[in-house]
């Protein structure tokens, strides 16, 4: 069980520094599961978001890769687990042209895709659709009818509340008095009524649940690539696993690996992604339209054409240190330029899908 959330920063969870209380439940949810707590998105696009965790390619400055004349077909996680005999199914709030989401994802292996238009009319509440907590009570006889086919599934979602036009159900009392944090509250909120709900469900025991955003949000900004819109927490969840604290750090990109690390399945991983749990990366790179960034445990690259800034984040330091590190800076440019031209090569030549199968 996939969960996108939408725009949830890091930033806004008291885990990472937030004190108005807006995530309890995902804070909560951190302390009893495996919490990375140095995962970031590919990009800053919902649909960055989507092709990153479900199929562990990096976002490439301004491509958008579920739209196009040619539609590629990739081993993602969809595809895998069909191999094992899964179902698979995907739900959205909103229209599922939007993104071209409903054709990129039914080209790829995904057996069904939930979007408005297979809501009641009255639930919609806006352009995005219905509500999150409804989405996940709509979801829930669905799940259930998967699980009676006595096949395993993968159902991914991608909620929409914390998305202008914000609208919060009559039914929900948040306690801060600004829309944003509000709205946050209620995202929040509708996570804890899809764990609620799930765990009256048969599957509940035998679900790994997975919660990562889509991409953050822009919130306390002191350079040019915004950290916290980058900055994602990734909560791995089943009710019979111990609690553990990740600090290596990782991306979107390698959900998929480490999903199937998991459930102990073998599969051929040809994406840029890795198992985080049994492998490190020196670095974490990111791309927002015309530049791109990288990240250690001291150090922030930006890259904009041949612009190189490289900062001291985990101080706030807004000094451009490329003059006196440039050998360390050389070298994490180094290592997100060749996972890029290599994603790029591997599209371009259609190797991105295994051919044998």
């Not at 191999?83 to 292996?109: A, K, R």
């Not at 765990?199 to 679900?207: G, H, Y």
Request: with cysteine; net charge negative; glycine share 6%.
């Amino acid at each position: 069980m996939i969960v996108i959330m939408e725009s949830m920063s890091a930033a806004k969870m008291g885990r990472y520094g937030n004190t108005n209380n807006l995530t309890p439940f995902l804070d909560s949810l951190a302390e009893n599961a495996y919490s990375f707590d140095n995962i970031y998105s590919a990009g800053i696009h919902t649909f960055n978001g989507i092709y990153g965790t479900l199929f562990s390619y990096p976002a490439l400055f301004r491509q958008h890769p579920m739209k196009g004349v040619e539609m590629l077909k990739y081993n993602g996680i969809a595809n895998t687990l069909k191999s094992y005999d899964y179902s698979t199914i995907y739900f959205t709030t909103h229209d599922g042209q939007f993104d071209n989401v409903e054709g990129f994802l039914t080209s790829n292996d995904f057996d069904e895709v939930i979007t408005q238009a297979d809501f009641p009319s009255d639930k919609i509440r806006s352009t995005l659709g219905v509500s999150d907590d409804y989405l996940f009570e709509f979801a829930i006889p669905k799940l259930n009818n998967l699980h009676k086919s006595k096949k395993p599934f993968l159902a991914a979602f991608m909620t929409a509340s914390d998305h202008g036009p914000y609208i919060i159900p009559k039914y929900f009392t948040p306690k801060n008095k600004e829309i944003k944090k509000q709205i946050v509250e209620y995202a929040d909120w509708s996570l804890k009524k899809f764990i609620d709900l799930s765990s009256k469900q048969l599957w509940f025991e035998n679900t790994i649940f997975v919660f990562v955003a889509d991409h953050g949000a822009s919130m306390n900004a002191i350079y040019e690539m915004p950290l916290n819109y980058h900055h994602t927490p990734l909560i791995i969840y089943n009710p019979n696993t111990s609690a553990k604290k990740i600090e290596e750090f990782g991306g979107q990109i390698d959900i998929f690996p480490t999903i199937m690390g998991l459930l102990n399945l073998e599969y051929t991983n040809n994406t840029m992604g890795i198992d985080l749990l049994k492998e490190k990366r020196p670095y974490i790179y990111f791309c927002a339209d015309d530049k791109y960034g990288v990240i250690d445990d001291e150090f922030f690259l930006i890259v904009r054409g041949e612009t190189k800034s490289l900062f001291k984040y985990r101080i706030g330091d807004k000094k451009n240190y490329m003059s006196e590190y440039k050998a360390i800076a050389d070298k994490m440019d180094e290592y997100a330029k060749s996972n890029m031209q290599t994603s790029q090569y591997i599209l371009k030549n259609n190797l991105q899908v295994i051919k044998n199968q």
